[in-house]
């Protein structure tokens, strides 16, 4: 019989735990890397009540800048929260992190529907010049519980091994009512709404099999931004489960380009 962790990427070595009682809960972040001057930090926002499934991407991020997993109230190892929240209340969470931890400019990100949670936090806020959205959600070919469930099925042929197994514990700590609440209030929430009204430059990251959200869409969200990107990848929707490194170099690059823009004076490419 094969090993738990048989089919599990590896995780950082080492991760510094914090937390920050917000507005609406207590909050985990996990952080690997190093500070280097001139670099901007990652700020990155955990998926649909799951968290653990980012670590090794975060550890990616971690080679070049100092990164951050957040986890939002109700979710993975934060608290619970005085009621069940929507996403805007989670980009209200976000935001207010954000500014407790005053950690200058970030590069804010998503993957899944915490592109949502990102969009909503990013929005006015003076520490995000730049945020990149990952395999953003919900298409939408794909609002509503059925047809969200069936595109979710059907990118789950496409994911690697030991991803579900990954999630399971999280699952069960957030528990089935709270899961469906949370997948409610994303499939009402149009990410298209908040990504218009964004003024910061903005990248969008998909893997090429993924099958919950479409490229048309995702090609249409890069294009509501003046400064918007878009970029495809290897793999399905949890493409950072399956190769960490896949959106280290764009989101390098595009940490690089922003840099530049605000006239750092940066010379050569970012550590890494």
Same mark, same amino acid.
């Given at each position: 019989?094969?090993?738990?962790?048989?089919?599990?990427?590896?995780?950082?070595?080492?991760?510094?735990?914090?937390?920050?009682? #917000?507005?609406?809960?207590?909050?985990? %972040?996990?952080?690997?890397?190093?500070?280097?001057?001139?670099?901007?930090?990652?700020?990155?926002?955990?998926?649909?009540?799951?968290?653990?499934?980012?670590l090794p991407g975060l550890a990616a991020f971690g080679r070049w800048t100092r990164a951050h997993l957040v986890e939002l109230p109700g979710f993975a190892g934060s608290g619970d929260p005085p009621h069940e929240l929507d996403v805007p209340e989670f980009g209200r969470c976000v935001a207010d992190w954000l500014s407790a931890r005053a950690l200058g400019p970030v590069i804010l990100a998503g993957h899944s529907s915490g592109t949502q949670v990102a969009a909503r936090?990013?929005?006015?806020?003076?520490?995000?010049?730049?945020?990149? +959205?990952?395999?953003?959600? &919900?298409?939408?070919?794909?609002?509503g519980y059925v047809r969200l469930l069936v595109h979710w099925q059907l990118d789950g042929r496409r994911e690697p091994? #030991? +991803? %579900?197994?990954?999630?399971?514990?999280?699952w069960k700590r957030a528990g089935l009512r709270r899961l469906l609440h949370t997948a409610r209030v994303h499939i009402d929430d149009a990410l298209e709404d908040s990504v218009g009204r964004l003024q910061v430059p903005l990248l969008i990251v998909r893997g090429r099999d993924d099958r919950i959200g479409t490229a048309g869409?995702?090609?249409?969200?890069?294009?509501?931004?003046?400064?918007?990107?878009? &970029?495809?990848?290897?793999?399905?929707?949890?493409?950072? *489960?399956?190769?960490?490194?896949? *959106?280290?170099?764009? &989101?390098?690059?595009?940490?690089?380009?922003?840099?530049?823009?605000?006239?750092?004076?940066?010379?050569g490419p970012l550590p890494g």
């Amino acid at each position: 019989m094969g090993s738990r962790h048989e089919h599990r990427p590896p995780f950082p070595e080492r991760t510094v735990t914090a937390y920050h009682d #917000g507005v609406l809960g207590r909050m985990r %972040s996990r952080a690997v890397g190093d500070v280097h001057p001139g670099t901007p930090e990652v700020v990155l926002v955990q998926g649909m009540a799951v968290s653990d499934y980012l670590l090794p991407g975060l550890a990616a991020f971690g080679r070049w800048t100092r990164a951050h997993l957040v986890e939002l109230p109700g979710f993975a190892g934060s608290g619970d929260p005085p009621h069940e929240l929507d996403v805007p209340e989670f980009g209200r969470c976000v935001a207010d992190w954000l500014s407790a931890r005053a950690l200058g400019p970030v590069i804010l990100a998503g993957h899944s529907s915490g592109t949502q949670v990102a969009a909503r936090a990013a929005l006015g806020h003076p520490d995000v010049p730049g945020i990149v +959205l990952a395999s953003p959600t &919900v298409d939408p070919m794909a609002r509503g519980y059925v047809r969200l469930l069936v595109h979710w099925q059907l990118d789950g042929r496409r994911e690697p091994p #030991g +991803l %579900s197994e990954s999630h399971r514990p999280e699952w069960k700590r957030a528990g089935l009512r709270r899961l469906l609440h949370t997948a409610r209030v994303h499939i009402d929430d149009a990410l298209e709404d908040s990504v218009g009204r964004l003024q910061v430059p903005l990248l969008i990251v998909r893997g090429r099999d993924d099958r919950i959200g479409t490229a048309g869409w995702a090609r249409h969200l890069a294009g509501l931004v003046p400064d918007g990107e878009y &970029v495809e990848v290897a793999g399905a929707h949890t493409f950072p *489960w399956l190769d960490p490194e896949a *959106w280290s170099d764009p &989101v390098r690059g595009f940490a690089q380009r922003l840099v530049a823009e605000d006239g750092g004076g940066r010379q050569g490419p970012l550590p890494g």
